[in-house]
């Protein structure tokens, strides 16, 4: 069985800090990785995808993939209230599917 | 926004009853997906779709069957609805090759009563 672990949170940080959101993945042959947001009520909206081993950086965000220890991160730097909500990783199998994890809940304190 | 409909949003049924949603795409994308989210259990693949015609079963496919008979439309049929086919569902696509992304519709929060 093909798993994608998440810690569930909730994960609670002062606005302004680093928020750090951690994933593992079982599969050593997956090659696609995902950070979708998903807002209380509202769909998973697509916020990074990555890879190759290393960072990846887009505005605030900042994805990290080592896949020798089957690991993926999403850094928010700065991070704001808006961005509380539940951050979904998933990871690519075959056959065009995606695994998720079951998600990490991030609380921004003003 | 990928351009993704789902209809209807919201309904409520009996136990026993046929229910069919509908994910409408205009991406023109080859790959579309239905899952559900439960508390707990974050999203799970119901059934998917690799082409016209061309379907699979997922992960949780027990109690549900899906048509696409065009490439734009993805249909989810709850043969007889049960109370723990309650949750929400999610249509996604993807255009497929190197990157395999995909993109959520709306979702239809449907109940069985």
């Known amino acids: 069985q093909k798993e994608v672990e998440q810690n569930s949170g909730p994960l609670s940080v002062p606005e302004g800090a680093i928020a750090s959101l951690n994933c593992t993945y079982s599969d050593r042959g997956s090659q696609s990785f995902f950070w979708y947001r998903q807002y209380s009520g509202k769909s998973p909206e697509l916020i990074m995808s990555i890879y190759s081993n290393g960072d990846k950086e887009d505005g605030r965000f900042t994805a990290q993939l080592n896949k020798a220890s089957q690991y993926v991160s999403l850094l928010i730097r700065d991070s704001q209230p808006s961005d509380s909500a539940t951050y979904l990783c998933a990871v690519n199998d075959s056959s065009y599917k995606l695994i998720f994890g079951s998600g990490t809940r991030l609380l921004v304190r003003p | 926004d990928a351009g993704i409909t789902q209809s209807p949003r919201h309904k409520v049924t009996e136990t026993g009853t046929p229910v069919t949603l509908r994910c409408h795409q205009t991406?023109?994308?080859?790959?579309m997906y239905w899952y559900r989210q439960d508390p707990g259990h974050g999203l799970r693949l119901i059934h998917y779709s690799y082409g016209v015609k061309d379907t699979d079963k997922g992960e949780v496919s027990d109690g549900y069957s899906v048509s696409r008979s065009k490439t734009e439309d993805f249909l989810l049929t709850l043969e007889s609805a049960t109370s723990s086919q309650t949750s929400v569902y999610f249509c996604?696509?993807?255009?497929?090759?190197?990157?395999?992304?995909?993109?959520f519709g709306p979702g239809t929060r449907l109940t069985v009563l």
């Open positions: 996604a696509i993807s255009a497929g090759g190197r990157t395999d992304t995909q993109y």
């Open positions: 991406e023109n994308h080859r790959y």
